[in-house]
């Protein structure tokens, strides 16, 4: 039967060269290629089917993480898969497991923080699969704050081990993934005790289960948090539980690049910074930021293709009802979180080099730049994070009533990743640490220590503290250099009020305390400076393809402007903009969306994704929605039977009774 492309009419109208676009999206198109053939893969193979998964139970769906993961190993190694590869075979896979954790967090937590010998020693068993790693940090009673974790490491000098002990209920490791069930090993967090004296957090390898039969081995009691937020979503991956009682590990399991215990139980502190056992916090963050923009799109792209199917209203004389995607109110909520897919896709570009360029100076002891990057990271997986979880619950509202159908893919998508504003770091808590970079920074302005980096903007304090916004009409808001410039003021303005105000308490703590909700958002507006101008950087150089860079320069400033827009309360109390160029911001923005309109599907397919991928009827790429929705219903376990179990035990005594009642 032929196939009919119901968004085709759509398709003819786009005025750009999609296939230009793809490669812009996938970063090369070599890495287009890459993501081509993987999602072909992936959506070919049975094995990893996932329209199932929120009728599963949970430990029908944890074997079929333990299945995937088993079966995405041997075709690693059957087909040679390069890193690149095996990655994006993980993001097309699209279910989380324990291998995330091991790949993600473990491997780099010992590359970051073991000596030579311990990532001689550890990493081939890891790369080869023959242990499983987890990363143990959080606690029952602690999380944020990583200094109040409990959990002992204490040397014996006796027998050069240490005892790894959970002294409390609290000091339980608690939320780690792979944890529950599938990691032989882990990467434990605990505070170091030599001598009786405390030396604070360090990372320990610790093996929990046995490499023959996989039972815990001695001392330790581990298990499976249980369920979590919604059908399927994060419920693939066994979050665990873990308590020690004096379990023994020989002492070079302690990783030893930040600091070392002697065969005396002497402590000894190298010269790199002790922030570094945080460092694969901020390797992770940074992953975070890229995988944001996957998540937007995704959701966005169902939306889109939705809303140019979706027909309500406006019929004239008989003929179709008006797409709702030409509703004013539908661009307005749409359009900006299309924008936004694309300012974090080139955000999380310029992270990554930002944190290979951190990675290499570390290697030759430069440990300048590691205040930016762990400001850059936490900062912007905060924003990214929390404007990703809100824009996928708006998306479900943009698709009305069926986007609430687990059918739509958004309710599973949703609960997936609602996670990530927690994970790696409260979002509020990440914020704060951002608030304390700008505020050292501002605090260092008077004392000729010139701010680099992003925070370079700052050098021209008193200029931007004073400089008046200079649109007159509503064009001028396109101009890249006015738009920087009203970001800047609102940033550094923000910034300095909050420290004109924590000059005013006594103790820098105590106003940090009482002013946390306006250095919250200082640090928001820092943050969306970044990803404005990381945006604008990028239109800067040669892109490729018709009309390609035009319709990415359309959705720069939807993102900027919808900003200001949204948070005109900043620009207009902080005198960046007057009132009437606040209003001249949204005649802009309906002249932007209006551009945009006859291209959003070109802009949407430019992601590339497959149906397998998307997992919606709603996003089909054919749009051929209402006749898969009627299908897909059928399919329910509820429809296996006409009349549903239970009928005659509990529907007919009620009916009968009725009955009996109205006799009466
Ligand atoms: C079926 C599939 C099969 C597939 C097979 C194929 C597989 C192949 C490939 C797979 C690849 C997968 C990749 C997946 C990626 C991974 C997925 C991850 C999933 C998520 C899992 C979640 C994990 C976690 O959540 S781990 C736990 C995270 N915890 C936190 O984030 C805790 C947050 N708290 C903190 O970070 C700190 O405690 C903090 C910063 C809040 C406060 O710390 P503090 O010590 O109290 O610090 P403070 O006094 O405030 O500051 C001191 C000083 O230090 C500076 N600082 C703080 N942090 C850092 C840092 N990280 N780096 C640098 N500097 C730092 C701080 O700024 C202060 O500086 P000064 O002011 O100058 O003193
Ligand atoms: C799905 C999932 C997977 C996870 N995987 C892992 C893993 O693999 N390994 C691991 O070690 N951990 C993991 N975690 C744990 C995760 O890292 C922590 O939950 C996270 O760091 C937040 O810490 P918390 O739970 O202690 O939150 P809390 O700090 O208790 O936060 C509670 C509330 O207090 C607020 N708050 C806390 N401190 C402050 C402050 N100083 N100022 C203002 N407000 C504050 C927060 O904003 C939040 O609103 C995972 C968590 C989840 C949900």
Redesign the pocket.
Known sequence: MEEIDHLGHERSKIEFDVEAMKIVWAGSQRALEVSDRISRLVASDPIFRKDDRTILSRKELFNTTLRKSAHAWKRIIELRLTEEEASRLRFYIDQ?AFMD?HWG?FIPAIKGQGTEEQQKKWLPLAYKMQIIG??????L?????VQGLETTATFDPKTDEFILHSPTLTSS???????GKASTHALI?SRLITDGQDHGVHGFIVQLRSLDDHLPLPGITIGDIGI?FGNGA?NS?D?GVLRFDHVRIPRDQMLMRVSQVTREGKYLQSDVPRQLVYGTMVYVRQTIVSDASCALSRAVCIATRYSAVRRQFGSQDGGPETQVIDYKTQQNRLFPLLASAYAYRFVGEWLKWLYTDVTQRLQANDFSTLPEAHACTAGLKSLTTSATADGIEECRKLCGGHGYLCSSGLPELFAVYI??C????????LL?QVSRFLMKTVSQLGSGIKPVGTTAYMGQVEHLMQCHCDVQRAEDWLKPSVILAAFQARAARMSVACAQNLSKFSSQEEGF?EL?ADLVEAAVAHCQLIVVTKYIEKLQQAIPGKGVKEQLAALCNIYALSLIHKHQGDFLANGCITPKQASLVNWQLRSLYAQVRPNVIGLVDAFNYTDHYLGSILGRYDGNVYPKLYEEAWKDPLNDSVVPDGYHEFIRPMLKQQLRTARL
């Open positions: 989380p954790l967090m987890c990363y143990a940090q959080t606690e009673g602690h999380g944020s704050n490791k608690w939320w780690p993934g792979g944890l967090y979590k994060y991956m979050n996670p990530a927690t994970y790696e770091g409260d979002n509020i808590v704060l305390a946390s």
